[in-house]
């Protein structure tokens, strides 16, 4: 089945402690991107890799760090975690620059 | 200003009805349009993606595009209780898609 698969679904940590969200896709997908989505604010996007080793900032890449190693799986890193990143994350793959999105079934992460 | 504008709703349609459903956008050189259904506490779904100007159908659903006014439309024809949720507007444009906050809609049995 085509998907994108997000680990883990749901994270409670504490202040400062890195973390770090994985994500994989089976589809072949050139690009990969992370969003957070807040109540009012919607999806923002915090970093996105157009190929294997190609990443770029988003709108909120701010406490945020990714890497892509390999095609399938595209990480998010917290270094040092904060309470202001306690939101719904979802990891989204595309075949190309334009087309629609594959959503991960997303990550409640909860920084206290 | 933001680069993609819904209104938040709800909006609310009886069982049946056609719900339409806005959105947009603010940059001109914006090259394709998404709709996305979100249920509570689920990920986004696409639903329909249009990239040319006019009308595209798919089923119940049909996308509208007009790049003059900068706006994307949604309508739902004959809308069941199982369409309420919350309905986002993707543009994608240079590499980045921008999305909206999302409207609510509820279809009421």
């Known amino acids: 089945e085509a998907q994108v698969t997000q680990n883990p679904r749901y994270l409670i940590t504490v202040t400062g402690k890195k973390l770090t969200v994985t994500c994989s896709q089976n589809?072949?997908?050139?690009?990969m991107s992370w969003y957070r989505q807040d109540p009012g604010l919607g999806l923002r996007q915090i970093y996105y890799?157009?190929?294997?080793?190609?990443?770029d900032k988003g709108d909120v890449p701010e406490g945020y760090k990714v890497s892509r190693k390999e095609k399938r799986n595209f990480p998010l890193i917290l270094e040092s975690p904060s309470p202001n990143q306690t939101s719904l994350y979802f990891c989204?793959?595309?075949?190309?620059?334009?087309?629609?999105?594959?959503f991960g079934s997303g990550t409640r992460l909860t920084v206290v | 200003q933001k680069e993609v504008e819904q209104n938040s709703g709800p909006l609310s349609v009886p069982e049946g009805a056609i719900a339409s459903l806005n959105c947009t956008y603010s940059?001109?050189?914006?090259?394709?349009f998404f709709w996305y259904r979100q249920y509570s506490g689920k990920s986004p779904e696409l639903i329909m993606f249009?990239?040319?100007?006019g009308d595209k159908e798919d089923g119940r659903f049909t996308a509208q595009l007009n790049k003059a006014s900068q706006y994307v439309s949604l309508l739902i024809r004959d809308s069941q209780p199982s369409d309420s949720a919350t309905y986002l507007c993707?543009?994608?444009?240079?590499?980045?898609?921008?999305f909206g906050s999302g409207t609510k809609l509820n279809v009421k049995p």
């Open positions: 989204a793959s595309s075949s190309h620059r334009g087309e629609g999105y594959t």
């Open positions: 589809m072949n997908h050139e690009y």
């Open positions: 890799s157009m190929n294997v080793e190609v990443t």
């Open positions: 940059d001109r050189g914006s090259q394709s």
């Open positions: 249009i990239y040319s100007n």
């Open positions: 993707a543009v994608y444009n240079f590499n980045k898609f921008y």
